[in-house]
C-alpha cells in the first residue's frame, strides 16, 4: 500500500489521535511500512503496551481496505495531507488535518475561498447583510465556507447556493452525521452544487468537542474570515482568533451599538479587524485571484481563471520572489511542468521573470 492508504489507516485507528500520528510520521522514518510493525515497534512510536498490541493485531491493508470500500459505498473521497488535492493554505497552518474527508465538488478545495461565519440566533439585519455579500462574493467566483450551523452559517450556505455560487460546508461531525437535523435537505444540495469537508472518520460518534476543532478548519483553508454577527460568546469569534493566529485576513461588519448581536463584531473593530460597509471592503483584498472580472472594470488579460497548478505556484510567490529551483524543490515537481506553469502565468501577466531566474508576482 502506498503512504496515501497507509496514512488513512492510521487516522482511521482508535486511539490514535492527531498528536500520536505526528510523532510516528515525524520519528519513524519507516511508517510507510506500518504493515509489517509489530507491537515492539508500535511500543517504539510511543504507544502503550496494550494499544500496541491492538494495533499490531488490526493495522492490516485487509482492514484498511474495508474502510476505503465502505468510504467509497458512502460517496467519501479522503483527502490527505500528502496529496496535491490538499488545501495549500491548510498545510500552512500549525495544525492540519491528516486527512479530511470530502463529499461532492473536491475541485472547490483548490479554489479562492472565503469563510463566511456569524451567530447561530442573528438578526433579520445580520441575516440581510450576510446574503448581499454572500451574493457578491459568489459573482466574483469565490467559494464561500461556513459550518452548516444555525444562524448566520447557515443563511450563507443557502445565499451562496441561490446565487448559483459555490460553498463549502466544514462539519463538527462525520461527513455521515447530518448536524443539525434540520439542515438535512441543505446538506444534500450543497453535496450537489459544493462540498462536505470533515476531519473525522465515518461513524465517529460525535461531541460538543469537536466543534472547536472544526473551527480551525474553516479558518485555515481560507484567505479570510468574515464575522458578519456575534455577541461575546460567539463560536465565531475563536474561528477569527484562529484565523489571526494563521496570519489571515479578518473581517468584521459592524452593528447597532445597542444590539448584544453586535458585541463580538464590534469587539474585533476595535482589536483591528478590517470594517466590512459592503462587498467591494472584502474583494479588493483579493482582486489579484478573483475568477470572474466585475463588469465596471476593465482589466488587463490577468489573473482571472488560473488554474489548479497556476494558482499554487502564484500562491508560493505570494509568500516572496523564488528562484526556479526553489519553486521546484517546494512544489515537487519536475522541470517540465514547473516551466510550463511559469509560463502560463508569465503569459496571463500574474507572473514575472526577473534576471537570474527569479520569478515574481504583478
Avoid at 488490526?58 to 468510504?71: D, G, P, Y
Avoid at 460538543?208 to 478548519?217: C, D, H, K, L, T
Avoid at 458585541?263 to 482582486?287: C, F, H, M, N, W
Wanted: proline share 5%; net charge negative; hydrophobic share 40%.
Amino acid at each position: 500500500m502506498d503512504k496515501h492508504s497507509i496514512l488513512i489507516g492510521l487516522h482511521e485507528s482508535p486511539g490514535l489521535g492527531w498528536k500520536r500520528i505526528s510523532d510516528i510520521v515525524t520519528n519513524r522514518t519507516d511508517w510507510e511500512h506500518a504493515l509489517q510493525f509489530s507491537p515492539g515497534d508500535w511500543m517504539e512510536c510511543g504507544l502503550e503496551a496494550e494499544l500496541a498490541l491492538k494495533m499490531a493485531g488490526h493495522f492490516k491493508a485487509s482492514w484498511i481496505q474495508e474502510r476505503m470500500e465502505l468510504m467509497e459505498r458512502k460517496g467519501v473521497v479522503p483527502v490527505t495531507v500528502f496529496d496535491e488535492a490538499y488545501p495549500i493554505l491548510m498545510k500552512e497552518t500549525g495544525r492540519p488535518p491528516w486527512v479530511l474527508y470530502t463529499v461532492g465538488n473536491q475541485r472547490l478545495l483548490a479554489d479562492l475561498s472565503i469563510a463566511m461565519i456569524g451567530t447561530r440566533m442573528p438578526t433579520a439585519y445580520g441575516r440581510k447583510v450576510g446574503i448581499i455579500l454572500t451574493e457578491a462574493l459568489c459573482s466574483r467566483g469565490v467559494t464561500i465556507v461556513s459550518g452548516l450551523a444555525r444562524g448566520i452559517d447557515g443563511v450563507c450556505h443557502e445565499a451562496a447556493l441561490q446565487a448559483g455560487g459555490a460553498t463549502i460546508a466544514v462539519l463538527g461531525t462525520a461527513v455521515d452525521e447530518i448536524y443539525p437535523r434540520e439542515h438535512a435537505s441543505l446538506y444534500r444540495r450543497i453535496v450537489e452544487q459544493g462540498l462536505i469537508v470533515s476531519e473525522y472518520p465515518i461513524g465517529t460518534k460525535g461531541h460538543p468537542g469537536m466543534f472547536p476543532q472544526r473551527n480551525r478548519i474553516i479558518a485555515g483553508m481560507t484567505r479570510g474570515t468574515v464575522v458578519v454577527e456575534a455577541d461575546m460568546r460567539s463560536g465565531s469569534l475563536i474561528t477569527a482568533d484562529q484565523a489571526l493566529e494563521e496570519g489571515r485576513d479578518v473581517f468584521a461588519v459592524p452593528g447597532p451599538v445597542t444590539s448584544p448581536k453586535s458585541r463580538g463584531t464590534l469587539g474585533l473593530l476595535k482589536q483591528g479587524a478590517k470594517i466590512v460597509t459592503e462587498p467591494s471592503d472584502i474583494l479588493e483584498e483579493y482582486e489579484h485571484l478573483l475568477s470572474v472580472a466585475s463588469p465596471s472594470v476593465t482589466q488587463e488579460p490577468p489573473r482571472n481563471e488560473l488554474t489548479i497548478d497556476e494558482r499554487r505556484i502564484y500562491h508560493m510567490l505570494e509568500q516572496g520572489n523564488s528562484t526556479f529551483e526553489e519553486l521546484m524543490n517546494e512544489s515537487g515537481w519536475d522541470f517540465g511542468l514547473l516551466h510550463s506553469v511559469l509560463l502560463s502565468l508569465i503569459m496571463k501577466k500574474a507572473v514575472v521573470q526577473l534576471p537570474g531566474s527569479v520569478y515574481k508576482i504583478i
